[in-house]
């Protein structure tokens, strides 16, 4: 078992900033492929970012593009989402995910049924 606490989320006025982070233990963090994944009110979840077990590649979607960093330190176990001009379309539970990476099979980020483990979420408000 993987277990993963997001934590950063809060209230951000529109062109803000957050950071968030994800914390892992229970299993060895540097065989995972991580990403980020959000659901807004009333929407189905959607994919945000992800990076690969060594932090070599990562993708994000062409909504955030230019806006938000993913990034992970293997040390502590961690990874990372900086979200900067946030706007209101980017309220929303943020979830990070987990994708088991020691099997070899190729790297599919946007598709969450690849994802093993998931976090509770920690929720992003975006208000004037």
């Known amino acids: 078992q993987l277990y993963l606490g997001e934590s950063g989320g809060g209230l951000v006025q529109p062109g803000g900033s957050l950071r968030l982070s994800c914390a892992a233990s229970?299993?060895?963090?540097?065989?995972?492929?991580m990403g980020w994944f959000r659901r807004g009110p009333g929407l189905e979840r959607e994919f945000v970012a992800a990076?690969?077990?060594?932090?070599?590649?990562?993708a994000v979607a062409d909504s955030v593009k230019g806006r938000f960093t993913i990034s992970r330190d293997n040390a502590s176990e961690t990874v990372y989402q900086q979200m900067n001009s946030l706007e209101f379309e980017g309220a929303a539970v943020y979830y990070c995910?987990?994708?088991?990476?020691?099997?070899?099979?190729?790297?599919?980020?946007?598709?969450?049924?690849?994802?093993?483990?998931w976090g509770q979420g920690t929720q992003v408000t975006v208000s004037s």
């Open positions: 995910a987990a994708d088991w990476a020691g099997d070899g099979t190729s790297w599919y980020p946007h598709d969450g049924g690849q994802y093993d483990y």
């Open positions: 229970g299993r060895t963090f540097n065989m995972y492929h």
């Open positions: 990076i690969t077990w060594n932090g070599d590649n990562t």
